[in-house]
């Protein structure tokens, strides 16, 4: 199975603060990955979808790029409702795979 | 509103089995692949199985292949995990997703953008 690796696991920020999120692919899988935001007790909420596209309804703050291993989500002004934990999914090859989050946490 | 929902969690014994299912509304459930992911507590989450519209294409995650089973009704609008051999490991919340497989140019992509409120599973003695 493809490996998803997330880093960083945790990160400490303010509001406003540019905060960037990485995930490499144990291989190359194109621009096969989308990136999933969590909050305590709900369901993921879809970011964006074949690396850089943004879902329908997401701040445009957010930003996916990247493509064959390296692949990053930049959120360019963190905002009160962006404290959550993010999660990266390929879905190059099955099993489909998510690395295992990067939660943002208050200053 | 298009929405799925999930039922059928609980708690079962190892070796037990459980049924979830998956209720779609506001959407015609039969025009997309359908998927669950499971998040064991305090865990990430895990991708565990999918169908296509028909029902005619299924895959699994390696450690459920041979006990779980995925299927739909597509004149229910619903989906369903059939899950054998439960064992500990497999204590989780069960989320239900919708596929939307976006097309960006010629290649396919998964965009679970639809999920329900989950379904808690604990296997325990």
């Known amino acids: 199975a493809i490996q998803m690796t997330q880093s960083p696991s945790s990160l400490s920020a303010s509001v406003g603060d540019r905060v960037i999120i990485t995930c490499r692919a144990s291989q190359g899988i194109r621009n096969d990955l989308g990136w999933y935001q969590q909050k305590p007790g709900k369901a993921p909420r879809l970011l964006i979808y074949?690396?850089?596209s943004l879902h329908t309804g997401v701040p445009s703050r957010f930003s996916g790029s990247g493509s064959g291993t390296d692949f990053t989500l930049t959120i360019s002004s963190l905002q009160p409702e962006d404290f959550a934990t993010y999660y990266c999914?390929?879905?190059?090859?099955?099993?489909?795979?998510f690395g295992r989050g990067t939660k943002v946490e208050i200053k | 509103e298009v929405q799925v929902v999930e039922s059928g969690g609980g708690l079962v014994q190892p070796g037990g089995s459980l049924r979830l299912s998956c209720a779609a509304s506001g959407f015609t459930s039969s025009s997309y692949w359908m998927t669950w992911v499971r998040q064991a507590p305090g865990k990430g989450l895990e991708w565990v199985a999918n169908?296509?519209?028909?029902?005619?294409?299924?895959h699994f995650l390696d450690s459920v292949k041979g006990r779980f089973t995925i299927s739909r009704d597509n004149a229910k609008n619903s989906l369903y995990l059939q899950m054998n051999s439960l064992r500990a490991e497999d204590t989780a919340v069960y989320f239900c997703?919708?596929?939307?497989?976006?097309?960006?140019?010629?290649?396919?992509?998964?965009?679970?953008?639809?999920w329900g409120p989950g379904t808690m599973v604990t296997v325990s003695s």
């Open positions: 999914l390929q879905d190059y090859d099955y099993p489909r795979t």
């Open positions: 074949a690396a850089s």
């Open positions: 169908i296509n519209q028909d029902g005619t294409e299924k």
């Open positions: 997703a919708r596929d939307q497989d976006i097309v960006v140019v010629t290649a396919h992509h998964d965009a679970f953008d639809v």
